[in-house]
């Protein structure tokens, strides 16, 4: 069994380019020391992961959910929100009563 | 005795015969704050003028000074997950169990720390501080509501709120000797609570003792338009049969829930403890559940999952700092958690791991079928030493190991002090099936009047 784990983990390894991958969807900047540790640490987490595969789960359902309600709805009623004020409380950078965002165009200005 | 050391029902009595007021008792626990939070650092946030100067509401919990995780959002009073990203972020409004505390009465006295975001079992990850253990300073409280768990024990508070996700209430309530309750995932509402896996996340009371705990129950529980996976159950007076025996209960023990990894001397309390729950006329039923190993791997892959979408929504615009301010265990998690949903992977992982929590949902179903409560130690281990959780990416899991299996399927379970080894807290767990809180406190609290570990007191 020791032999299978051993595979397993060799398997599971994932390169630096993947955690790169995987760091742009995720929306997060990593050192070269972070994707060094984490490339190792993923593929250790990856590998305890694998104990699933000795379960047989194809007659299964899948359970997204404990509580068994469905189709949960509120009235259609209109209530109201934040006042305009405490909504742009916590904003770092605010402009006519907006939220500043970075510019997504490239000849954008910051 | 100093007021501070009060239970909830203590303090509603000497209230009620104005032995002392409401304020006495917030300048009592503002007093313990002061002279042992140096050490124990179980507060981010202590609301000193705001615990004085707000109006009491007349209500169940009139007077009552409650520490409160800070995780979550209070109006006006900062709210920080214990991350950089929120370290000035301060709430327009009160989550559902805030509002509900204030409501009946309670004083907020302060924010308390966790594992940043929750993402741990140690508070070790928290961005400001690790808070102490009370019964040995160079030991971890357990987490991630450690700073809750810390300051019950510590009698800076009457009573704390924490979350569990999979294990966040009941293993620092273990490790630090007092009762944690994770209530039914639905019971309790988690609006206004900063997520972490939120098909998991269950808010519940951390107290002094199991009576303690079904008093905040029935202040916290119920159905909240605000949050739709509240479950719309009736609340029942959980005082009202927590006294009644627990003669002929059919009590599950579970041979996979004492595994070789775990402490000897832990394992020998536990045998002990459930001596004193069949002296009390329960029956004890050996049971075979499903190795606990299992449950890591689906809540690891579910829980990561679940964050990396959850903390998607932190861009710095509206509220709180960039993303670059996450910790490493923040990152981690989001990376796994991106990893398993990314095209491609979605099938082997995150599909595959809800087909697996259907099959421990199966297995405690069954188990219920023949038991009425299954009983187990809380934790493999006392609590470790300060820096044991730098030791392994999956830290919080392994020592949740008891834990994830009966959060995965959404269960109530409770934690108690069943003892104590080599001068540390062992914690006892009572799991039942959805909304069986009643029962499982009155299980609590039958093995608490036969036993007096509760009223120990750590020496600070």
Not at chain 1, 4 to 31: G, Q
Not at chain 2, 382 to 387: C, D, E, R
Request: include cysteine; charge should be positive.
């Amino acid at each position: 069994m020791k032999k299978n784990l051993k595979f397993k983990i060799e398997n599971l390894k994932l390169s630096e380019t993947e955690v790169v991958h995987v760091a742009k969807l995720a929306n997060l900047v990593l050192t070269t020391a972070e994707v060094k540790k984490f490339q190792s640490q993923l593929s250790e987490t990856l590998a305890y992961i694998a104990i699933l595969d000795k379960i047989s789960t194809q007659k299964l359902l899948p359970t997204s959910q404990v509580t068994g309600l469905e189709n949960v709805y509120r009235p259609d009623e209109i209530s109201a929100g934040l006042p305009l004020e405490e909504a742009l409380r916590g904003a770092k950078e605010i402009q006519n009563n907006m939220f500043k965002t970075k510019a997504i165009f490239q000849d954008g200005t910051k | 005795m100093e007021l501070n050391n009060l239970t909830i029902s203590q303090a509603q009595s000497g209230l009620k015969k104005k032995k002392f007021s409401g304020a006495e008792l917030v300048k009592a626990c503002l007093k313990r704050i002061n002279q042992v939070d140096p050490k124990i650092k179980a507060f981010i946030t202590v609301c000193e003028t705001e615990a004085l100067k707000n109006p009491i509401n007349a209500g169940p919990l009139s007077g009552i000074p409650i520490a409160v995780k800070d995780v979550f959002c209070t109006s006006g009073m900062k709210t920080t997950a214990a991350s950089r990203v929120l370290k000035d972020f301060v709430p327009p409004y009160d989550a559902t169990v805030v509002e509900k505390l204030k409501q009946a009465g309670a004083i907020i006295l302060g924010k308390t720390n966790l594992d940043s975001f929750c993402h741990g079992s140690s508070t070790e990850t928290s961005d400001f501080f690790t808070t102490k253990n009370p019964w040995n300073l160079a030991r971890l409280p357990g987490g991630s509501s450690g700073g809750s768990a810390a300051a019950v024990t510590a009698d800076e508070t009457i009573a704390a709120i924490g979350t569990e996700t999979a294990g966040s209430i009941r293993q620092p309530a273990a490790w630090c000797g007092v009762v944690g309750l994770k209530p039914t995932y639905g019971r309790v509402s988690r609006y206004g609570v900063i997520a972490m896996a939120s098909s998991l996340d269950s808010p519940g009371p951390i107290a002094k003792t199991v009576e303690d705990a079904a008093i905040l129950l029935n202040i916290m529980a119920g159905n909240d338009p605000k949050d739709a996976t509240t479950l719309r159950a009736g609340v029942p007076d959980y005082l009202k049969d927590l006294n009644a025996p627990i003669k002929n209960l059919k009590i599950g023990l579970p041979k996979q829930y004492f595994p070789r990894e775990m402490d000897s001397k832990v394992k020998q309390k536990i045998e002990e403890a459930i001596l004193v729950l069949e002296k009390l006329g329960a029956k004890i039923i050996p049971i075979s559940l499903l190795d606990p190993h299992y449950a890591i791997a689906v809540y690891t892959i579910i829980q990561r999952a679940e964050v990396s979408s959850n903390l998607a929504r932190y861009d710095g615009i509206r509220f709180g700092h960039e993303r670059d301010q996450f910790n490493e265990e923040n990152k981690r998690r989001i990376m796994l958690g991106t990893y398993t949903l990314s095209a491609g992977y979605y099938d082997a992982y995150y599909l595959k791991a809800q087909k697996a929590r259907t099959l421990i949902l199966e297995d405690f179903r069954k188990a219920f079928g023949k038991v009425d409560v299954i009983v187990g130690p809380t934790s493999p281990t006392t609590a470790l030493a300060l820096g044991a959780s730098q030791k392994s990416a999956m830290f919080g899991e392994l020592q949740d190991l008891l834990l994830e299996p009966s959060s995965i399927a959404g269960l109530s379970g409770l934690s108690l002090g069943a003892g104590f080894a080599a001068g540390l807290p062992v914690g006892m767990q009572i799991i039942g099936p959805p909304l069986s809180e009643p029962l499982i406190l009155q299980v609590g609290q039958a093995y608490q009047q036969a036993t007096d570990w509760h009223e120990r007191k750590p020496n600070l």
